[in-house]
Protein backbone atom coordinates (compact mmCIF):
# COMPACT_ATOMS: atom_id res chain seq x y z
CA UNK A 1 0.00 0.00 0.00
CA UNK A 2 3.14 2.01 0.48
CA UNK A 3 3.12 2.55 -3.61
CA UNK A 4 -0.41 3.55 -3.71
CA UNK A 5 0.00 5.78 -0.76
CA UNK A 6 3.09 7.25 -2.82
CA UNK A 7 0.86 7.22 -5.46
CA UNK A 8 -2.03 9.21 -3.90
CA UNK A 9 0.30 11.75 -2.84
CA UNK A 10 1.82 12.12 -6.40
CA UNK A 11 -1.65 13.81 -7.28
CA UNK A 12 -0.98 16.49 -5.35
CA UNK A 13 2.11 17.60 -7.93
CA UNK A 14 -0.29 16.56 -11.22
CA UNK A 15 -3.45 17.22 -10.61
CA UNK A 16 -4.03 19.71 -8.22
CA UNK A 17 -5.61 22.13 -10.64
CA UNK A 18 -8.25 24.52 -9.04
CA UNK A 19 -9.56 25.32 -12.59
CA UNK A 20 -10.73 21.19 -13.16
CA UNK A 21 -12.28 21.85 -9.62
CA UNK A 22 -10.88 18.60 -8.28
CA UNK A 23 -8.75 18.77 -4.59
CA UNK A 24 -5.06 16.67 -4.74
CA UNK A 25 -6.84 13.76 -3.41
CA UNK A 26 -9.42 13.67 -6.70
CA UNK A 27 -12.48 15.02 -4.51
CA UNK A 28 -14.39 17.80 -6.07
CA UNK A 29 -14.22 22.02 -4.28
CA UNK A 30 -17.40 22.59 -6.72
CA UNK A 31 -21.07 21.81 -5.23
CA UNK A 32 -21.83 21.51 -9.22
CA UNK A 33 -22.34 18.82 -10.98
CA UNK A 34 -19.26 17.45 -13.41
CA UNK A 35 -20.02 16.14 -16.26
CA UNK A 36 -18.93 12.31 -16.92
CA UNK A 37 -16.50 13.35 -20.15
CA UNK A 38 -14.75 15.43 -17.21
CA UNK A 39 -15.03 12.75 -14.44
CA UNK A 40 -13.17 10.14 -17.28
CA UNK A 41 -10.36 13.03 -17.99
CA UNK A 42 -9.68 13.59 -14.68
CA UNK A 43 -9.91 9.73 -13.97
CA UNK A 44 -7.31 8.89 -16.26
CA UNK A 45 -5.45 11.38 -15.32
CA UNK A 46 -5.25 9.89 -11.88
CA UNK A 47 -4.83 6.21 -13.05
CA UNK A 48 -1.83 7.30 -15.36
CA UNK A 49 -0.13 9.87 -12.27
CA UNK A 50 -0.58 6.42 -9.67
CA UNK A 51 0.85 4.10 -12.49
CA UNK A 52 3.57 6.50 -13.74
CA UNK A 53 4.95 6.66 -9.68
CA UNK A 54 4.53 3.40 -8.90
CA UNK A 55 6.45 2.01 -11.84
CA UNK A 56 9.16 4.88 -11.75
CA UNK A 57 10.33 3.26 -8.68
CA UNK A 58 10.69 -0.46 -10.03
CA UNK A 59 14.46 -0.05 -10.65
CA UNK A 60 15.08 1.13 -7.23
CA UNK A 61 13.27 -2.00 -5.48
CA UNK A 62 15.07 -3.97 -8.24
CA UNK A 63 18.74 -2.75 -7.33
CA UNK A 64 17.88 -2.96 -3.50
CA UNK A 65 15.97 -6.79 -4.01
CA UNK A 66 13.14 -5.19 -2.18
CA UNK A 67 10.84 -8.06 -3.09
CA UNK A 68 8.00 -6.94 -0.63
CA UNK A 69 8.26 -3.62 -2.70
CA UNK A 70 8.10 -5.43 -5.85
CA UNK A 71 4.76 -7.68 -5.15
CA UNK A 72 3.44 -3.89 -4.62
CA UNK A 73 4.31 -2.64 -7.23
CA UNK A 74 3.02 -5.83 -9.20
CA UNK A 75 -0.14 -5.42 -7.79
CA UNK A 76 -0.05 -1.94 -8.75
CA UNK A 77 0.26 -2.54 -12.32
CA UNK A 78 -2.49 -5.19 -12.11
CA UNK A 79 -4.83 -2.67 -10.71
CA UNK A 80 -3.67 -0.03 -13.63
CA UNK A 81 -4.10 -2.76 -16.52
CA UNK A 82 -7.48 -3.54 -14.70
CA UNK A 83 -8.60 0.07 -14.16
CA UNK A 84 -7.89 0.98 -17.82
CA UNK A 85 -9.94 -2.16 -19.02
CA UNK A 86 -12.63 -0.75 -16.97
CA UNK A 87 -12.37 2.73 -17.96
CA UNK A 88 -12.16 1.54 -21.55
CA UNK A 89 -15.56 -0.10 -21.40
CA UNK A 90 -17.19 3.36 -20.96
CA UNK A 91 -17.60 4.96 -24.43
CA UNK A 92 -15.96 7.95 -24.47
CA UNK A 93 -17.92 11.11 -25.57
CA UNK A 94 -17.87 11.11 -29.30
CA UNK A 95 -15.23 14.32 -29.77
CA UNK A 96 -12.90 13.07 -27.96
CA UNK A 97 -13.03 9.09 -28.47
CA UNK A 98 -10.20 9.33 -30.95
CA UNK A 99 -7.57 10.88 -28.53
CA UNK A 100 -9.29 8.59 -25.71
CA UNK A 101 -8.40 5.37 -27.70
CA UNK A 102 -4.69 6.72 -28.58
CA UNK A 103 -4.19 7.32 -24.89
CA UNK A 104 -5.54 3.76 -23.50
CA UNK A 105 -3.56 1.97 -26.83
CA UNK A 106 -0.22 4.07 -25.14
CA UNK A 107 -0.75 2.69 -21.75
CA UNK A 108 -1.30 -1.24 -23.04
CA UNK A 109 1.49 -0.18 -24.93
CA UNK A 110 3.55 0.81 -21.56
CA UNK A 111 1.87 -2.10 -19.55
CA UNK A 112 3.20 -4.81 -22.02
CA UNK A 113 6.85 -3.30 -21.97
CA UNK A 114 6.34 -3.06 -18.02
CA UNK A 115 5.16 -7.29 -18.17
CA UNK A 116 8.01 -8.03 -20.69
CA UNK A 117 10.83 -6.34 -18.15
CA UNK A 118 9.71 -8.00 -15.44
CA UNK A 119 9.70 -11.25 -16.85
CA UNK A 120 13.51 -10.99 -18.15
CA UNK A 121 14.43 -9.63 -14.86
CA UNK A 122 12.40 -12.34 -13.02
CA UNK A 123 14.68 -14.97 -15.31
CA UNK A 124 18.00 -13.28 -14.04
CA UNK A 125 17.35 -13.97 -10.73
CA UNK A 126 16.02 -17.37 -11.18
CA UNK A 127 18.82 -18.54 -13.52
CA UNK A 128 21.55 -16.22 -13.09
CA UNK A 129 22.33 -13.01 -14.86
CA UNK A 130 24.09 -13.50 -18.25
CA UNK A 131 24.87 -10.95 -20.94
CA UNK A 132 21.95 -11.78 -22.85
CA UNK A 133 19.45 -11.35 -20.16
CA UNK A 134 20.99 -7.94 -18.86
CA UNK A 135 20.97 -6.50 -22.49
CA UNK A 136 17.46 -7.78 -22.91
CA UNK A 137 16.19 -6.38 -19.44
CA UNK A 138 17.90 -3.28 -20.33
CA UNK A 139 15.99 -2.55 -23.40
CA UNK A 140 12.86 -3.42 -21.99
CA UNK A 141 13.27 -1.38 -19.70
CA UNK A 142 14.14 1.69 -21.97
CA UNK A 143 11.17 0.70 -24.08
CA UNK A 144 8.80 0.80 -20.78
CA UNK A 145 10.40 4.25 -20.04
CA UNK A 146 10.00 5.38 -23.82
CA UNK A 147 6.30 4.41 -23.80
CA UNK A 148 5.50 5.46 -20.63
CA UNK A 149 6.49 8.74 -21.63
CA UNK A 150 4.19 8.58 -24.89
CA UNK A 151 1.28 7.31 -22.17
CA UNK A 152 2.23 10.58 -20.34
CA UNK A 153 2.48 13.38 -22.91
CA UNK A 154 -0.53 12.02 -24.69
CA UNK A 155 -2.71 12.23 -21.77
CA UNK A 156 -1.37 15.58 -20.62
CA UNK A 157 -2.39 17.14 -24.13
CA UNK A 158 -5.68 15.50 -23.82
CA UNK A 159 -6.32 16.57 -20.82
CA UNK A 160 -5.01 20.40 -22.02
CA UNK A 161 -7.13 20.47 -25.04
CA UNK A 162 -9.96 18.75 -23.46
CA UNK A 163 -9.69 21.49 -20.80
CA UNK A 164 -9.68 24.25 -23.27
CA UNK A 165 -12.98 22.86 -24.97
CA UNK A 166 -15.18 22.59 -21.75
CA UNK A 167 -13.73 25.41 -20.04
CA UNK A 168 -17.58 26.61 -19.95
CA UNK A 169 -18.90 23.39 -18.79
CA UNK A 170 -16.83 23.23 -15.64
CA UNK A 171 -16.28 26.94 -14.02
Known amino acids: MLVLAAGVLALGRHGDDANAGYHATGGYRSPTAVS ?22 YPTAQAKNDKALMQ ?3 KVA ?14 APEGVR ?4 AILEAQNDAYAAFVSGKSTWRQGQERGWTPEL ?8 DEFNRRIATSVQRTEAFGLSYCARTWWNWT
Open 72 to 74: QQD
Open 78 to 91: ELWFGMLQAWAAVP
Open 36 to 57: PAQQQRDYLHRVNVVCYDAMAT
Open 134 to 141: NARYQAAR
Open 98 to 101: AEVS
